[in-house]
């Protein structure tokens, strides 16, 4: 995404220098398609980009947390499930590992990645992204901002509401630290490795 953004950004430009001088367009007219552009490319196509990686990689994990969850169970002869365990999310399988199958995922260095990477997906999700009204939002906002200030911040969106902002950067690393969290929990299980196809 990093790389491939300018590289379109660069393109579209062209094209609009080309369109502009065979159209014979008033510079203002130019300046105010070139805005518009920019704005597209500096803000909106990298903010979308970032959060559509977020939410991608939140969908992974629980998937593929939840399917862990439900072959170690089946091949430790469990009869209590995932499904049957309160909450949702990482979280449900997270407590389920824990208390069920005594399988410690969430003293893993990485948990908590996981679960700001959950918190991130929310706001995006159920909040548009915005900081959000209430209390309660606004300090998860601030605290993710806090942890991670170079690669998150609030911009205004619209003129009016602050937007979070995600560098593909911080993607990258949530990327790195799922695919260790699950190295380490497979080895852990016995399982030969994280590439492995879990059934279920």
Not at 16 to 40: C, I, N, P, S
Not at 133 to 162: C, M, N, T
């Given at each position: 995404m990093?790389?491939?953004?300018p590289?379109?950004?660069?393109?579209?430009h062209?094209?609009?220098?080309?369109l502009?001088?065979k159209?014979?367009w008033e510079?203002?007219d130019y300046a105010?398609?070139?805005e518009?552009?920019?704005?597209?490319f500096?803000?909106?196509i990298?903010?979308?980009a970032?959060?559509?990686?977020t939410?991608l990689?939140?969908?992974?994990?629980e998937?593929?947390?939840?399917a862990?969850?439900?072959?170690?169970?089946e091949k430790?002869g469990?009869?209590?499930?995932?499904?049957?365990?309160?909450?949702?999310g990482v979280?449900r399988?997270?407590?389920?590992?824990?208390l069920v199958l005594?399988i410690?995922?969430?003293?893993d260095p990485?948990w908590?990645r996981?679960?700001?990477?959950q918190?991130?997906r929310?706001?995006i999700v159920?909040g548009g992204g915005?900081?959000?009204e209430?209390q309660?939002?606004?300090?998860?906002?601030d605290?993710?901002?806090?942890?991670?200030p170079?690669?998150?911040?609030?911009?205004?969106?619209?003129?009016?509401?602050e937007?979070?902002?995600?560098?593909?950067?911080l993607?990258?690393?949530?990327?790195q630290n799922?695919?260790?969290?699950?190295?380490?929990i497979?080895?852990?299980s016995?399982l030969?490795?994280?590439?492995m196809?879990?059934?279920?």
């Amino acid at each position: 995404m990093n790389d491939g953004i300018p590289t379109v950004e660069e393109k579209e430009h062209r094209y609009l220098e080309e369109l502009a001088a065979k159209e014979g367009w008033e510079y203002g007219d130019y300046a105010v398609e070139r805005e518009v552009l920019d704005d597209e490319f500096h803000t909106w196509i990298p903010t979308f980009a970032a959060y559509s990686a977020t939410i991608l990689l939140y969908s992974i994990v629980e998937t593929q947390l939840d399917a862990f969850a439900e072959h170690m169970a089946e091949k430790r002869g469990s009869k209590l499930r995932v499904n049957d365990m309160a909450g949702k999310g990482v979280d449900r399988c997270g407590h389920y590992l824990d208390l069920v199958l005594s399988i410690k995922v969430k003293t893993d260095p990485a948990w908590s990645r996981l679960k700001d990477l959950q918190s991130l997906r929310n706001i995006i999700v159920h909040g548009g992204g915005k900081r959000g009204e209430s209390q309660k939002s606004q300090k998860v906002v601030d605290e993710l901002i806090r942890k991670y200030p170079q690669a998150l911040g609030l911009r205004k969106a619209d003129g009016f509401h602050e937007q979070i902002w995600v560098s593909m950067n911080l993607c990258r690393d949530f990327a790195q630290n799922i695919g260790g969290f699950f190295e380490r929990i497979f080895k852990a299980s016995g399982l030969p490795n994280r590439h492995m196809q879990l059934d279920g």
